[in-house]
């Protein structure tokens, strides 16, 4: 039997690369150049694996595409906003993703950011390699201390946890979050996280808020300018999960006008296109999609991918199925 025909869209870890071609008929993308949309049609009318990510907008005219040999989108990321489900769903295909692999590196990348935002990091470099510094004084560069704060989290899920543990374990941070459902008490629990009964509420309570919902259309500007006033004149608002969480107009006049201190961003609206008044901000923190990038976590990711397809094709059920 022909092994199946599987596509990467974009360059993974050399080596796992290399296990994937064990199993499969591998095309590779070693330019690591995003595939266009008629691209990825016809990756749909070839492949009978696209192993897709992020980066690859598998919209519902790319995946209405007729005839269709394709069956598994195995998604790189744990993020699947970038696939319109309900299409994959009509065309019978599957799809998964990588969940649990990338939650500490992503937390870390949350950690990370309310530490410059608060610290004022990456300004304090800026004015360094830009020659301006003047030395060490009383009044310079001061910032908001961490330790001991009230971290606000929106959406509970696994990396939202992992924020908690370390904020709360590292820096003694009191936990208070929403999630639209109930989380259970044993997640809770060790950090002390109290459940709050709305965003609202979150945002009014904490020094930081730290958003990690699903990029959905449902979440689509889930903080606007009406949320944004909420925030204390202290607060940091960061941001790992999507760019569409957070409406970025808002958020420029937010930082434009201090409304609160500042904010800490790896996720973009339309990246990796800026809004060019963010570039404009001191009290912004700009990091380019770096949550998952470490080499243990992509190696990871990959191999997850790869047990997901492999069970389709020995006909089991892929253990990160999302439709
Ligand atoms: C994800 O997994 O969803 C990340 O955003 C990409 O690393």
Redesign the pocket.
């Known amino acids: 039997m022909q092994p199946p025909k599987v596509l990467v869209t974009r360059k993974w870890p050399d080596n796992i690369e290399k296990i994937l071609t064990k199993d499969f008929d591998c095309s590779f993308n070693h330019q690591d150049k995003p595939l266009t949309p008629s691209e990825l049609k016809d990756a749909l009318k070839t492949f009978d694996a696209i192993l897709s990510?992020?980066t690859d907008s598998l919209t519902a005219d790319i995946l209405m595409t007729k005839p269709t040999q394709t069956k598994i989108i195995g998604?790189?990321?744990?993020?699947?906003?970038n696939i319109d489900i309900e299409s994959a769903q009509q065309q019978n295909i599957c799809v998964t993703?990588?969940p649990d692999v990338?939650t500490d590196c992503?937390a870390d990348i949350a950690i990370l950011l309310i530490l410059m935002s608060a610290r004022r990091g990456a300004e304090g470099d800026r004015l360094i390699r830009q020659k301006r510094w003047q030395g060490w004084s009383p009044t310079d560069m001061l910032g908001q201390k961490v330790t001991a704060k009230t971290l606000g989290i929106i959406g509970f899920g696994r990396i939202a946890q992992a924020t908690a543990y370390k904020a709360h374990f590292g820096f003694n941070m009191k936990i208070i979050f929403y999630n639209t459902s109930p989380v259970p008490e044993n997640l809770t629990q060790p950090v002390k996280a109290h459940c709050c009964g709305s965003i609202d509420d979150v945002l009014a309570a904490a020094d930081f808020v730290s958003i990690h919902c699903p990029g959905s259309p449902q979440n689509h500007h889930l903080l606007g300018e009406q949320q944004l006033k909420r925030m204390r004149p202290n607060a940091h608002l960061i941001n790992?999960?999507?760019g569409t969480l957070i409406d970025t107009k808002a958020l420029v006049k937010a930082l434009q006008n201090n409304w609160f201190a500042g904010a800490g961003l790896d996720?973009f609206e339309h990246e990796p296109t800026i809004d060019p008044a963010l570039l404009t901000l001191d009290n912004v923190t700009l990091l380019p999609?770096l949550?998952?990038?470490t080499e243990e976590t992509r190696r990871a990711?990959g191999l997850r991918v790869i047990d997901n397809i492999k069970a389709f094709f020995s006909g089991q059920t892929p253990r990160d199925l999302i439709c």
């Open positions: 990510t992020v998604n790189f990321g744990v993020g699947f906003n993703n990588t990338l992503t790992t999960a999507r996720v999609h949550g998952s990038a990711m």
